[in-house]
């Protein structure tokens, strides 16, 4: 409806990064005239696997926590304490977005179309000078109807120019191809993952994904890109004004729940106008207020569950997990004796 860890699949490296990693191996016997070895000694090569991500701390009240340190997190893979090689605070950095709107006929129920639009224009009046966007559309397919930039003008004709609502939705089959993309978009100089993430604006029904929720979170989670879903609605749909979980006649709370959040993302409902702003204020806030870890990767291939703590019971948001052997690490290599 209006329609969600990076060039190394999730793995941003940095110089001080590899440097850690490569203090933590063994040191190899170098002599001091080094430069006189003889062609013959053997000579190794050593890889080290790294793996970051990203992650935002709020307290009990709900505010972000911003003074921590490294000694302050934990990271527990599949229940085992991982060492932290590398650690960045940052606050007030560059934001890379990608919009995806949903077009699927069912967004012509109502105000959605309205108010989806609502939470589009909020997004963009809060960028700076130094954030970029792009605008997406879908249905069963998906559409780049601008490219990123910080043209908030250019952001606004491409919201003027998407096609008006028809046809089925692909809501989650979209997800996963435009969190690639952003993956994608969000590499710079030095293999550094600019803070980048998707957010969807859509009514929350799928009718035509061959991907399941699971298995979107799961792509999105391992490349580090966080999945926002704002879901528009009419009141009456809205599950916090129901008894039941939202799995009725309205949207799929739960599943896109988890489908955000398992990427560090958030699930909003927006079924007034106040929650747009609200919903535009969280998103912005959580990228500009990250911390950055990073751990050497599993030796073990395949899918490996990851939890980011801090002290004092504090609340972190970061992605569930990554895929060792593969995408979700950079592999660095190092001559040595």
Known sequence: MFG????????????????AALMALPSPAYSQAGSQESPSTP?????????????????RKG?????????????????????????????DGPVK????????GSMRVGAKTVDARQVADQIFSGLRPIDQAAVFTFDTGLDQVS???????????ALDSAQQPYGQTS??????????????????????????????????????????????????????VPVYIVAVMAKIDDPRERQDDGEGDGI??????????????????????????????????ELRHQYVLAFEASTRSGWRPLEVRAKNGLTVRARSGYSAGGQGRTSMNSGER
């Open 171 to 224: 809501l989650y089959d979209a997800t996963a191809k435009i969190a690639r993309v952003v993956a994608s978009e969000s590499r710079v100089a030095g293999g550094l993952p600019q803070r980048a993430a998707v957010v969807v604006l859509t009514d929350g029904i799928d009718t035509k994904s061959r991907l399941s929720p699971a298995a979107v979170a799961g792509i999105a989670s391992e490349i580090d």
């Open 4 to 19: 969600v860890a990076a060039g190394m699949t999730g793995a941003g490296v940095t110089t001080s990064m590899l440097l």
């Open 97 to 104: 977005l990608a919009l995806l709107v949903d077009i699927s």
């Open 147 to 157: 490219g990123f930039t910080s043209d908030k003008n250019q952001l606004l004709k």
């Open 43 to 59: 000579r190794f090569r050593s890889s080290v696997d790294v793996v970051s991500v990203a992650a935002v701390v709020r307290d």
């Open 63 to 91: 505010r972000f926590v911003s003074d921590l340190s490294r000694e302050d997190f934990r990271i527990v893979e599949g229940g085992v304490p991982r060492k932290i090689l590398d650690f960045r605070a940052e606050s």
């Open 252 to 285: 799929p709370a739960t599943r896109l729940q988890e489908l955000a959040q398992h990427t560090g993302g958030e699930l909003f409902l927006a079924s007034a106008p106040a929650h747009a702003s609200v919903a535009s204020r969280q998103i912005l806030g």
